[in-house]
């Protein structure tokens, strides 16, 4: 009898190791990384993530959360904490393209579903990734500047944060536009982190060395906002800017529209959050999942900006969200 105890445990233990994490009684413990808290977006894309869980109380045990601070070493640890406490899924955004590559091999290899949300490696080590085309959102703005510009100017580049994949794809796009245009000279393309105070510092100090910028082609965040601030500043008059769908430069670009600025919202939806954990749970149910959700980058210009802009509701929120204007009020009380 004892053999047959001490055999039928040995079989179960095997079953477990080939078959990976186990669910509890048809729940699943997710690992969710929070790569950075640095702006209202990656706030946001988490509070996506969140609101997304209390919709599947019945398929998910648990959510084991750890957040890296933009830092590729503590993501690195926090990603090996998470394939140690077994999940089932790890969702999480490469802060670095290639730094993490082995940990997302290791939790693979332990049969861990790995989610990439926002961000991607350079390399197939993943199981689905869920985000927007950067590359297409780049392009997509810098196409508008060259043409409001009629091809020829001196523009500043507003960068995100240096190494992480989205900026370099988004700049990546934005290149491809502008090298079709020689009448278009980058008088600087600046690293400001998709940060407000950053990116007005560094558009001050240019527009302080040149008497001439036409336009400004940000990669959105708070930067033109940012940049807005500096030329009003410096008395300098408006030139058309490239933004992104946050509630407060949607509000500062209606004020200013009447006054002929003109400006183009691309979007990052932060609802890629909640999308990431739909796409986790279809995959640990075995469910037919694409590799790549790509989505199309949504678009916001002169003639449809009123049916986004939310004068009712904070500044600091993104307009393409699945929260609720009450859940808006509750994480972003200004």
Known sequence: MLRKLIGFFCAAVLLLAFNGPASAA??????????????SWSVQLAEEFKAEVARHPDDIAGVDYVQS?????KQIANIEDLITKGVAAIITTPISP??????????????????LLASTIRSQDYDALVTVDDVDFGRVGAQWLAEKLGGKGKIIVLNGVAGISVSDDR????????????????????????????????????LAANPQIDGIWSQGGAMTLGAIDAFQAAQRPLVPMTGEDNNGYLKRWASLRAKGFSSIATSKPTWLGSESLKVALSLLKGEQVKR??????????????????KTDLPDSFWNNTRLSDDQIKAIFKN
């Open 98 to 115: 290639t730094a993490l590559i082995p940990t997302l091999k290791k939790a693979r290899a332990k049969g861990i579903k790995v989610i």
């Open 26 to 39: 048809g729940k699943y413990k997710i690992g969710y990384d929070i790569y950075w808290v640095g702006n």
């Open 292 to 309: 790549d959700y790509v989505f199309p980058v949504p678009l916001i210009d002169d003639t449809t900006l009123d049916q986004f802009v």
């Open 171 to 206: 700049w990546k796009g934005a290149k491809t536009v502008f090298d079709k245009y020689p009448g278009i000279a980058v008088v600087s393309a600046v690293t400001a982190s998709w940060d407000y105070a950053q990116a007005k510092v560094a558009v001050s100090n240019l």
């Open 69 to 73: 601070d933009l830092k590729s070493d």
